[in-house]
Nanobody
């Protein structure tokens, strides 16, 4: 059983920064890509950033240049560094691991950016 636990969310003023963490149980972490998604009230869940097992990265246009995804395979953890936060970044942020045949999600962490 794979479990994902996010942390690091909170309330921040516009222009501020937060770093989200997602700790993954089990021995599969280093083998597979990891992704961060977010879901704002009344909106669909959207992809924010992705990182491959080889640490290649991809970002949504809305966060390029502001957010950085990274991973520490020794700690089974993926991070999302969020800088220059905007009120429109307010959402619940989820991490996800996609293992062939299975998709696992974390419980989510709330990020609220005040103007």
């Amino acid at each position: 059983q794979v479990q994902l636990v996010e942390s690091g969310g909170g309330l921040v003023q516009a222009g501020g920064s937060l770093r989200l963490s997602c700790a993954v149980s089990g021995s599969v972490f280093s083998m597979y890509p990891m992704t961060w998604y977010r879901q704002a009230p009344g909106k669909q869940r959207e992809l924010v950033a992705a990182i491959t097992s080889g640490s290649s990265t991809n970002y949504a246009d809305s966060v390029k240049g502001r957010f950085t995804i990274s991973r520490d395979n020794a700690k089974n953890t993926v991070y999302l560094q969020m800088n220059s936060l905007k009120p429109e970044d307010t959402a619940v942020y989820y991490c996800r691991i996609n293992i062939p045949g299975y998709i696992y999600w974390g419980q989510g962490t709330q990020v609220t950016v005040s103007s």
